[in-house]
């Protein structure tokens, strides 16, 4: 069975409640997902793309895992698209990432009700994924969702409740979006 590949990018994951959290739970099922952390893995920022491309052809389902910064990723994930993604793997004279699924886990400062038509940010959270989203099915990849968190903010310690009862509900979005 191949292996659900969670890519991290958290910059301040130490300080992290929910992220954190989330791969805390991941982790106790290491026969199903492997987690891989950008920053651990790149602390100067040079991403091997050859060796991505061997995480990514050698797992199944590849999950994007991160906070929202000013309603993007942090710059790690981008450069992780910008370095990874090149002609003749992800597209061109090879398509390795056809069919493959990918996903992707937000958490995110505000509430849910602020990812609405009505709410301070005007549009769902998927709106500012859009990029990614289409990214995924320009390479041939198939885009299977988006799990939330919602409430993070910094500035307050989210429900310890809340978070638990995510994480438990990030391992069953895990489990749904795996390639079989």
């Known amino acids: 069975m191949k292996k659900t590949v ?18 805390e739970e991941v982790k106790k099922y290491p026969d199903e997902f492997l987690v891989h ?53 992800a597209y061109g004279k090879n398509h390795k990432l056809k069919d493959k699924k990918i996903a992707f886990a937000v958490t995110c400062g505000s509430e849910q009700t602020d990812y609405t038509a009505e709410g301070r940010h005007h549009c769902p959270i998927e709106t500012y994924l859009n990029s990614f989203i ?20 910094t500035q307050q310690t989210p429900d310890a409740v809340k978070v638990k009862e995510s994480a438990e509900k990030y391992i069953e979005f895990l489990r749904s979006v795996k390639e079989e």
């Open 6 to 23: 969670i890519i991290v990018d958290h910059p301040s994951f130490d300080r992290s409640v929910v992220n954190r959290r989330w791969l």
């Open 37 to 89: 952390n950008l920053q651990s893995a790149y602390p100067r920022h040079v991403i091997d793309p050859a060796l991505e491309h061997s995480l990514v052809d050698n797992n199944g389902t590849v999950v994007f895992e991160f906070p929202v910064y000013w309603y993007n990723c942090p710059p790690l994930t981008k450069l992780w698209f910008d370095t990874v993604l090149t002609s003749d793997w």
């Open 134 to 153: 289409h990214s995924c099915e320009f390479v041939g990849a198939q885009y299977v969702g988006t799990y939330a968190f919602y409430g993070a903010n």
